[in-house]
């Protein structure tokens, strides 16, 4: 039989929100989020796709503004095939769900197929979609198997010629074995899943839900987010390309634009400050990349001002730079020779004194303190 | 800075002096007021301030007043080890002079600007402005505490003494520190500015975020909700299908069990039927032996009726018979009570005629005297009707007499007297007026003769006077003229007129008298008239007729009052005619027996006893009528016959007249019992009567009845025969127990089948089956409902609200968490700092108040203390243990103070580059004399370590300075 080949995306999470980037960076993620779609057209249409299936997740929430509906609905539209769309835990088909909506059924594009129903979809000749859709946000069971569960053994599955029909299975949730038993909600049975692929019922399984890129078996695939969305994710940003043929061949396609990284860094000189500063400058795609700072050490009173001035104009060229709170532990640490600089006398050395002490003592009000007593005895010298 | 001597000239009120002073110790510049001491500390301050050709007021101002001269200052001063001679002069041959010796000896000279301001610049190079104000008190500023924290050579001091490190880099730090800090907080320590706002975004951002996130919590509500719904729905629909099974099952149930019940309806209404005949013939039978008993009861009932007729029949017959009998004796008592009435009425006609007649009797002779007396009224009156005369009459014509005689007197005097005499045949006619025939003439009958003569106006005329004339004559006695003259008749004539005698055809003789004799002539005929009127109105011939007449008036009236009289008495009871009248016609025709027996009145009344023994007679009885119904007293009675009175005996009549009342009475009663019995025996005749009607009508009723009921009997044994009837009912109970027993088979198998309840169990069911379509209905309208609500929700963008009102309050948040912490270590620099600075000055005040303690407890004694504030001035002083804010001090202690500060300033500075001298100009005016005394030392003490000034007019004031040098200026 001919191959088979079409595109397997998922969790758009269009609409999503992210606080660290800032209104001006939010919205143009947003907008990177809609070219990523744009760009699996792009992909389809160069790798001659029969079509594009989303597992899940294609809105961040069922209540999302009207504006996200109508400029999904245009991204859509920017695939040349039939999209098949399968309802996540973000947009399940509960009561009051956007897919049943007015808003969604005025303006979906007539070449895109929501699987509302776990009965087989037949896309194209020999060629069946059944899908998982979630009706609730809290399934009782595994969300997957209802996709699976009525499919009857093909007999002619052991014959050289194959399966008479291609059936793609779409689901989404977690399966055991990735979430590290962490999931709220009930789990993939992946053993149960793995059994209907060897069985010859299934001949491909698209996965949604982990935004990373991850290959389960050769045929069992999450497709990872089609744009990062945290820095989390190790490999975020592709369509997977699938074909089926005689066997199976599974190629990540990246369509994402943007970055988010942590960067773990140890401050304790001024060297150490410069290695930073080398590190900022050779990044790609600064004006799309958001940096999660991870900082251990001291610094001098100085360098401690010269960090923050860095860390300040970074923030203005890349989308974002944050301090990661949680692992920023940079501590002032003024030494006598600062002071001394600063030819201070009296009172206000008394007060320097008292505030590096307490500093030494491990205040951290101190530091801020300290630091802001120096820059302004230095600016008043 | 050491002020050596001041040289002024042409200085205001100054011409010329130098004032020298001690460079260490106390002098004291004494002059009067105005004498110029202030003026010298003017001076001082003039030389450095003002270049020569300087325009200033104060310039001017020192000028002497209309003094074209330029007033010229020289000061002599050590400044910073220096020896200066400063000489300036203003206004006039300006110039300015400086020469400075320095430590070293060297000599240095300045003149013009260049020594101005080589002068101005060492001057501020070693003075502290700050310093030199404090401790220069000018007039009028001794109360002025001073606060002289900025003096540098003050803190330098102070510095040296505490042994703290100078400040100095120090200030623009705590500006900068102090401006931070005010960024972020108030004055008082509230958040402001960018922060406080910050803190009120977070607070709105965060209600924000609540809103939006409760709104979506309200969305996962209703999905929740829609979601129970939904299987809320599902299940009662499941219900609801089993349930319209079960609905329809039932109802095939009932169609199968309507047949029984259908059968059973028939068999029920054929045993209604049956049963409805056998009551009919029930209804029959009952009603035949209902009629034979009738029959039987009224044969019985008409026997006994008839019976009870007979005898009340019987009763009522008697009972009229006592009646009639009854009624009979009534009617003789009736007739009896007649005659006794005619009895009493005839004895009451004789008493009312007896009374009658004496009455009459009576009235006639009144009438009789009646008459006479009203004869003689009438009698009386016509007397005096005919007689007109009275005493007036009577006197008027006594008075008419007297005139008429005395008039004819007067006319016989005055008028001519004319005798005529007939001669011949030829008739003489005398004629005229006023003639008068006198008494002499002898023709007694020549006036009867006298025709009428002349022209008939004339003739008769002269008839009329002649006439009267005659008449007078006749009645006076005297003769009238005649109007003819018979022969040989002559007539004597008074001629009081005209007379004309004339001989028809012959002669015509005219004699007029004279005016006076008409006038005489008019007199006698008044008089003569007046007479003969009076005489006719009294109807006499004379006067004595008249006397005459009015005695027979008086006597005629005198018997008239007194008949009038009589008859008034007569008349007083009424007109005893009228009452004759009536009694005569009420005795009527005994008139004329009564007129006749008149006579006979007398003996009437003599035969009165033995009338009385005749009623008496009568008493005898023969008369057997009332037997009966008489009273034992009837018998009185029995013989009563009403006696004839004799005439006029009218006690007799009386006592008749009571008899016969009496007896009257005595009927009246029997009468009245005889109607009693009449009228009982009517009343039971009556009711024997209408009894013995009743039981003739109830009689024949009861045959009619009886009648009735056998022909009705009769009848129904026409139509069927007494046995037929029992037959018939008999049939009619078979027939309905079979029926029944049927019905009850029926009922059997509709029990058996549940028919019965089959109904109610369908409705039942229906009703279930209308409730759960209820509920469903009610679910899926609250599904749609929640659903319609979600779709809003998705509309709104609920959830994108909601994540952007996050991301809202993370950054306000952020910010806010920022702005704090900077906040937060502007608040921790500018809190140390502050702490630290507050130590340092608590140290360097420390040396400052130590001073100002020794030099006051000198004044004060042990107990003094003060406190100085950031400023270095002194806030309170203690006294004996009482603690006092400066303010609230007297004056006097306020400028002791104020003085002690000055000095202690001056002893803590005296010993560096920077001091100044202390100068007073006019203190201490208000201390007692013993702090005088205290206060002098004080001042002697101060000059031991610098330059003490003091200018006063009052030299006893500092009189206790030790070792002070006194100059005195003079005016």
């Known amino acids: 039989m001919d191959s088979l080949t079409f595109l397997h995306s998922s969790d758009w999470q269009l609409g999503m929100m992210r606080r660290f980037l800032g209104p001006d960076g939010q919205a143009r993620w947003g907008q990177a989020r809609l070219d990523a779609v744009a760009r699996i057209g792009a992909v389809a249409e160069r790798t001659g796709a029969a079509f594009v299936v989303v597992t899940g997740d294609v809105f961040e929430h069922n209540q999302v503004e009207r504006q996200t509906i109508l400029r999904a609905c245009e991204a859509l539209k920017r695939i040349p095939v039939p999209v098949v769309l399968l309802p996540g835990n973000h947009d399940a088909l509960e009561p009051g769900s956007l897919w049943t909506s007015s808003q969604w059924l005025a303006h979906a594009p007539g070449h895109v197929t929501v699987l509302t129903e776990t009965t087989p979809f037949r896309i194209l000749p020999g060629v069946e979609i059944v899908g998982a859709p979630w009706r609730s946000r809290r399934p009782l069971s595994d969300p997957a198997a209802p996709g699976y569960a009525g499919l009857e053994v093909d007999p002619a599955v052991d014959s050289a010629a194959g399966p008479a029909t291609i059936r793609i299975l779409l689901a989404h949730g977690q399966l055991t074995s990735l979430s590290g038993g962490m999931s709220e909600v009930p789990t993939i049975d992946q053993a149960a899943m793995e059994a209907a692929v060897t069985d010859g019922r299934l001949q491909y399984v698209g996965l949604g839900d982990r935004h990373s890129t991850t290959r389960v078996t050769d045929r069992i695939w999450f497709s990872g987010t089609q744009e990062v969305t945290s820095p989390e994710e190790d490999a975020p940003g592709n369509v997977l390309k699938v074909t089926i043929g005689d066997g199976i061949e599974v190629e990540p396609i990246r369509v994402g634009a943007w970055h988010m990284v942590d960067h773990r860094v140890e401050l304790f000189d001024e060297e150490s400050i410069t290695a930073l500063e080398d590190w900022f400058a050779e990044l790609p795609d600064k004006e799309r990349t958001y940096v999660r700072l991870a900082g251990d050490g001291s610094l001098s009173l100085p360098l401690l001002t010269r960090l923050d001035t860095i860390i300040d104009a970074q923030g203005e060229v890349f989308a974002s730079v944050e301090r990661w709170t949680k692992f920023w532990t940079v501590r002032p640490a003024p030494d006598a020779a600062d002071l001394e600089s600063l030819q201070l006398s009296g009172p206000a050395r008394a007060a320097m004194e008292e505030l590096r002490q307490a500093l030494a003592g491990g205040d951290e009000g101190a530091g801020a303190a300290l630091s802001l007593m120096h820059r302004l005895a230095r600016d008043a010298g | ?971």
Request: proline share 3%.
């Open chain 2, 1 to 971: 800075m050491r002020l050596h001597s001041l040289a002024l000239r042409d200085f205001r009120g100054v011409k010329d002096r130098i004032v020298r002073f001690r460079a260490l110790g106390t002098t004291v510049v004494v002059g009067d007021n105005e004498v110029g001491k202030s003026s010298l500390v003017e001076a001082f301050g003039l030389i450095f301030d003002l270049p020569d050709d300087s325009k200033s007021t104060r310039i001017k101002d020192i000028q002497p007043v209309g003094q074209d001269v330029g007033p010229e200052v020289t000061a002599e001063l050590s400044l910073g080890g220096r020896e200066l001679t400063y000489t300036k002069r203003w206004l006039k041959n300006r110039s300015t002079e400086l020469t400075i010796v320095e430590p070293d000896g060297r000599r240095q000279s300045w003149t013009g600007r260049e020594a101005h301001n080589e002068a101005e610049r060492l001057f501020k190079q070693n003075v502290d402005p700050v310093l030199w104000q404090t401790l220069m008190v000018s007039q009028g500023q001794s109360l002025v505490l001073p606060t002289p924290a900025d003096a540098e050579p003050l803190i330098t001091a102070v510095t040296a003494e505490s042994g703290t490190p100078v400040d100095g880099a120090s200030m623009p730090l705590v500006t900068a520190v102090e401006h931070e800090y005010l960024r972020y907080w108030t004055p008082r320590g509230k958040p402001t500015g960018d922060f406080a706002r910050s803190a009120k975004a977070v607070s709105a951002a965060e209600l924000g975020a609540a809103q939006a996130l409760q709104a979506m919590d309200e969305v996962r509500s209703d999905i929740r909700r829609a979601e129970r719904l939904n299987l809320d729905l599902e299940d009662v629909t499941a219900r609801l299908t089993d349930h319209l099974a079960g609905v329809e099952e039932l109802r095939e149930r009932k169609q199968a069990t309507d047949e029984i019940l259908l059968r059973r309806d028939s068999v029920r209404s054929r045993a209604e039927t049956g049963r409805a005949r056998l009551e009919n013939h029930t209804r029959t039978r009952l009603d035949r032996e209902r009629l034979l008993d009738e029959v039987e009861r009224f044969t019985k009932y008409e026997t006994e009726l008839a019976a009870r007729r007979g005898d009340a029949e019987l009763v009522a017959r008697t009972a009229a018979e006592t009646v009639q009998a009854a009624e009979a004796a009534l009617a003789e008592v009736v007739e009896l009570k007649d005659l006794r009435r005619t009895d009493v009425q005839a004895a009451e006609r004789r008493v009312a005629d007896l009374m009658d007649r004496a009455e009459l009797d009576r009235l006639i002779g009144q009438q009789t005297e009646l008459v006479d007396v009203r004869a003689r009224i009438a009698a009386a009156g016509t007397i005096l009707d005919r007689i007109k005369v009275d005493d007036a009459i009577v006197a008027g014509l006594e008075d008419a007499r007297a005139a008429v005689v005395e008039a004819r007197a007067a006319l016989a005097a005055g008028v001519p007297e004319v005798t005529v005499r007939r001669l011949g045949p030829e008739p003489v006619e005398l004629t005229g007026t006023g003639l008068s025939a006198t008494g002499s003439s002898g023709a007694g009958s020549s006036g009867a003769g006298m025709p009428a003569a002349g022209s008939p106006r004339a003739g008769s005329s002269a008839a009329r006077a002649s006439g009267a004339a005659l008449s007078s004559a006749g009645l006076d006695g005297g003769g009238s003229a005649p109007a003819e003259l018979g022969f040989d008749e002559s007539a004597e004539l008074l001629v009081s007129g005209e007379l004309v005698v004339g001989v028809p055809g012959q002669v015509e003789v005219t004699v007029r008298a004279g005016g006076e004799a008409a006038t005489l002539r008019s007199r006698v005929d008044d008089a003569v008239r007046r007479e003969t009127d009076l005489l006719k109105k009294a109807g006499v011939k004379d006067v004595a007729a008249a006397r005459d007449l009015l005695r027979k008036a008086d006597t005629a009236t005198a018997e008239l009052n007194e008949a009038r009289r009589t008859e008034k008495s007569l008349t007083s009871g009424g007109d005893p005619g009228e009452r004759i009248a009536v009694l005569t016609a009420r005795l009527g025709v005994d008139d004329e027996a009564e007129t006749e027996a008149a006579g006979d009145k007398q003996p009437a009344v003599e035969g009165v006893p033995g009338q009385m023994s005749l009623f008496e007679e009568f008493a005898s009885p023969h008369d057997t009528l009332f037997d009966e119904v008489a009273s034992p007293h009837g018998t009185l009675f029995d013989d009563f016959e009403v006696p004839e009175p004799k005439p006029d005996d009218l006690a007799g009549a009386q006592r008749i007249l009571d008899a016969a009342r009496e007896a009257l009475a005595e009927a009246e009663r029997l009468l009245s019992d005889a109607e009693f019995a009449v009228a009982q025996a009517r009343k039971a005749a009556d009711e024997d009567r209408s009894e013995a009607q009743n039981a003739r009508a109830r009689s024949e009723l009861a045959g009619e009845r009886l009648a009735a009921a056998v022909e009705e009997l009769e009848a129904a044994r026409a139509v069927l025969d007494d046995d037929a009837v029992a037959a018939a009912e008999a049939e009619a109970t078979t027939e309905v127990e079979a029926v029944l027993e049927e019905l009850t088979v029926v009922q059997e198998q509709a029990d058996e089948a549940g028919a019965d309840q089959v109904a109610g169990e369908l409705t039942h069911a229906l009703a279930v089956a209308t409730r759960l379509q209820g509920e469903r209905d009610t679910l899926r309208d609250a599904l749609r409902t929640t659903e319609g609500r979600l779709e809003q929700s998705g509309r709104d963008g609920l959830a994108t609200r909601r994540d952007l009102a996050e991301l809202e309050l993370a950054a306000v948040r952020a910010e806010h968490e920022s702005l704090a912490r900077r906040a937060e270590a502007a608040q921790r620099v500018y809190e140390t700092l502050s702490r630290h600075r507050a130590a340092a000055q608590t140290k360097y005040s420390e040396p400052l108040q130590t001073r100002i303690e020794s030099l006051g407890r000198s004044v004060y004694g042990p107990t003094f203390r003060v406190w100085l504030d950031d400023d270095l001035a002194v806030a309170e002083r203690e006294l004996d243990g009482v603690r006092l804010r400066v303010d609230a001090l007297s004056t006097g202690a306020q400028e002791q103070l104020a003085i002690i500060t000055r000095l202690a300033i001056s002893h803590l500075v005296s010993t560096g580059e920077g001091s100044v001298p202390v100068i007073f100009d006019d203190a201490l005016g208000w201390s007692d004399k013993a702090r005088l005394r205290d206060m002098g030392a004080l001042l002697g003490r101060a000059g031991d370590h610098g330059q003490v000034i003091v200018l006063t007019c009052m030299p006893d004031r500092y009189e206790y300075v030790p070792k002070a040098t006194f100059i005195k200026l003079d005016g």
